[in-house]
């Protein structure tokens, strides 16, 4: 009983709470550049309610609306593609898809359709810290096959937009040469994150953002924390991972916070644009010696600020 009034209680927040989430999808910022308004953005989430209901998931249409609103914010003339690597059954592909039909942009989806490899030693189990879980795989779980998801994107997405490459990560992705400006990576592994990471973060534009499914696990959000594995494979600095330990703050799960699975990155993100804080602390924190954020929202290289302001 105690435990059934908890989880009402849960879904009463999160409705609450949902909204405040959405605010940047709904704000008039997102999609303008491509004339995409209230009307049509509802459309959409009710559309991604609708699949995330009709298709077997492993990731929720909220994560679904939050990698949306980046898309949606992106300027209409940096060239690139949206990439997705791990499909399951499509409904995560099948969402992107919807937006991508929206925004004139290509989804590459990238997946064995076998299901996962077999793990290494440090994948046959997860470690999730916040709520004291492990997550352990075998091989051919998650498995959907092409059929099935093209199937899934054919009645509830936009299959147009979409290219399919089938076969493991290590095997397809190194012939993959085309520009992304959106990642998402819902691969479980650690090991198909450092494939991913290795073959796409490259290709991704300045400014953009690869996200990641798993954020929660350990061995997922430390690779993105792991200096040598960033100057070993990718001769840079490890970016590091916002949500990393819990995902971004969007769901309530089991534990009494938000949390979500979703987590991200940008690459090369033009930090002088960033709000600028005094950090002087205690009552002399003056937020008048606090600089504005002097081009808003310009985050790509050579991206007009003119035109955000
Ligand atoms: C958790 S599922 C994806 C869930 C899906 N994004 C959703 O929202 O329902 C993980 C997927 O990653 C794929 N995968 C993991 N590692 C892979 C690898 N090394 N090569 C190819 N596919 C891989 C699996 O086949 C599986 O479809």
Redesign the pocket.
Known sequence: MKSYLGKIYRVFIQLLATPIFLSGFFSAEAGKEYGIGFAQKLGLVFKMIRNNMSIT???SFIEHLVMATTLLKLPKNLQGCVVEC????G??ATNLSLICALVGRKLEIF??F????EPSAQDKEHAILGTQETHFYEKGW???TLEEVKNNIKTYGKIDVCNFHKG??NQTLPHFRQACVQIFV????RD?LA?CLKNLWPLLQDGCYFYV?EAQHMEIASLFYSEKWWSEELQGIAPGLVGAGTGVGIKILTEPYFSSSLGFTIKNPQKQNFKRYAQVGGLKLNLAAAGKLTTPGAMYTGESTASKS
């Open positions: 998931s492993g990731s791990g499909t399951y059954k409904v995560s997946d064995s076998e299901g996962l490899p998650w498995e959907g493991y990560f819902d691969v479980d592994y198909s494939d499914h």
